[in-house]
């Protein structure tokens, strides 16, 4: 074959895809104020347990959905055991707010919004599931370690300890294999979605749950405003 004849672009593989569909949705959530500000150590803890707080309602919402999906050909795959947060966060929001956190946690605006999206997508459309799936759970695994390092300096957690555990997986070993596994699964979807178009309504999906994200720290950002 002539190699000077331009060879048509292989098609990116699922995980690429998504991976690049929100980039820059990922700087934008990163680059965030209220994550600025908390990471830059321009807030206390109490905007940090305030933060872990929504985590664990958004969190209820991917988990309490995780169980009807086990079976599920497209979602399946993804529920893992390991994975679980729930249990981590209760764990370190009675450490950050005491014994009777549980009475006094309340719901942003955003965060509502965000586990209720993320319920109905558990209810009703797996392929929407897996997409906010994959932004919390490949995020924790990633970015979250560098918080879980800044929150254990900032404000004196022992190491993966009480606090924290939320960003420790305890039954990960080797977090960048299992990353690997995981995008294989991503490229699997291929299979399991032959639709292109029902593939590109995942993508968008990924894309809304990175703006209920930035939504949920824009909310955070109005009730902590850092003193500049
Ligand atoms: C300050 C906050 C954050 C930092 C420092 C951060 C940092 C990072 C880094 C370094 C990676 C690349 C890891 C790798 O290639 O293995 C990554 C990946 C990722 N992050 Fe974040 N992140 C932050 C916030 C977020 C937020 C708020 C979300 C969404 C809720 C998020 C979702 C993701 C996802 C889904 C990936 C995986 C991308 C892929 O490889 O497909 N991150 N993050």
Redesign the pocket.
């Known amino acids: 074959m002539d190699s000077a004849i331009p060879q048509p672009t292989a098609p990116l593989s699922f995980?690429t895809l998504?991976?690049t569909a929100?980039h820059e949705q990922?700087t934008e959530?990163?680059?965030?104020t209220f994550?600025?500000d908390l990471?830059g150590g321009r807030l206390g803890v109490d905007a940090y347990a305030r933060y872990t707080e929504q985590l664990w309602f958004v969190y209820r919402a991917l988990e309490d959905g995780a169980e009807a999906l086990r079976e599920d050909p497209v979602a399946g795959p993804f529920i893992k055991t390991e994975l679980l947060r729930v249990a981590e966060l209760e764990r370190d929001l009675a450490h950050l707010r005491g014994a009777d956190w549980r009475e006094r946690a309340t719901a942003l605006p955003a965060t509502a919004a965000y586990a209720a999206r993320v319920e109905e997508c558990a209810r009703t459309w797996p392929g929407g599931y897996v997409a906010h799936h994959?932004?919390?759970y490949?995020?924790d695994?990633?970015?979250?370690q560098?918080?879980r390092g800044r929150a254990e300096k900032a404000w004196g957690f022992a190491r993966k300890g009480d606090g924290v555990r939320f960003y420790v997986f305890e039954g990960i070993s080797n977090p960048?294999a299992f990353?690997r596994g995981y995008?294989e699964l991503?490229d699997r979807i291929e299979v399991t979605v032959p639709d292109q178009l029902e593939r590109h309504r995942i993508v968008d999906e990924?894309k809304r749950?990175?703006a209920l994200?930035?939504a949920v720290?824009q909310d955070l950002a109005t009730e902590f405003p850092h003193a500049a």
């Open positions: 995980s998504i991976r929100s990922h959530a990163e680059t965030s994550m600025s990471l994959y932004t919390r490949l995020g695994l990633s970015g979250g560098i918080i960048a990353k995008r991503l990924c749950a990175f994200n930035t720290f």
